[in-house]
Structure formats: C-alpha cells, structure tokens
C-alpha cells in the first residue's frame, strides 16, 4: 500500500505565503515524477509544479516566480512554497506521485486526498 498525504493549507491574505508539504510512504521501491495539481470550484483540475526524480522543474506560467517545488528524495517528500499569493490561487491542492511499490514491475500514479488553500482578506 502506498499513501500520500498533504499538509500546509489554510487561510492566508493577499500577498502572504504557505508552505505545502506531501509525504509518499508505504511499500515504495521507487518514486518518479511528483507533482502537485489545484483545482477551484467549478474549474477543472491544473497542473501547477512537477518535480522529476533528478530534480528537473517545471512550474505553470500562472505561478511561476511566485511558486517553488522542491523535494527531498531520501524522506519522499515534495513541497510547494507559495509566495504573493492571490485570491485567484483559491483551491484544493493535490499532491500527485509516480511510483513504483514492491511487489509491482510498473509504476502507477498516485493522489493525495488534498489540503484546501484560501487567500483572501
């Protein structure tokens, strides 16, 4: 079994900044890309920041300069730190992961439950 859980939402005004954390634990042999996804209510979801396994970023024109991903291989742990943040940056963020668990020769994607975010005065 292998689980990912999220934490660092809250509430924050424009212009604050959190810290979201998405720990990968259970039978893992190896992980892969991480990612982290936002969806608002009634948008679909969005890819916000990916994090491949040597480190390689790619974050959303949305938020770049303002959203940093990061990772800690050796704990499975991918963060996102979120500067200035806006109103518009209102949404459950998902922790998503590409692993490969014991016991399996491929590696399958895997979600977290999500942690809310709201910004807002």
């Known amino acids: 079994q292998v689980q990912l859980v999220e934490s660092g939402g809250g509430l924050v005004q424009p212009g604050g900044s959190l810290r979201l954390s998405c720990v990968a634990s259970?039978?893992?042999?190896?992980?892969?890309?991480m990612r982290w996804y936002r969806q608002a209510p009634g948008k679909q979801r969005e890819l916000v920041a990916s994090?491949?396994?040597?480190?390689?970023?790619n974050h959303a024109d949305s938020v770049k300069g303002r959203f940093t991903i990061s990772r800690d291989n050796a704990k499975n742990t991918v963060y996102l730190q979120m500067n200035s943040l806006k109103p518009e940056d209102t949404a459950v963020y998902y922790c998503?992961?590409?692993?490969?668990?014991?016991?399996?020769?491929?590696?399958?994607?895997?979600w977290g439950q999500g942690t809310q975010v709201t910004v807002s005065s």
């Open positions: 994090s491949s396994s040597g480190g390689i970023t």
């Open positions: 998503n992961a590409y692993i490969v668990s014991y016991g399996s020769l491929w590696a399958r994607d895997y």
């Open positions: 259970g039978s893992i042999r190896r992980v892969d890309a």
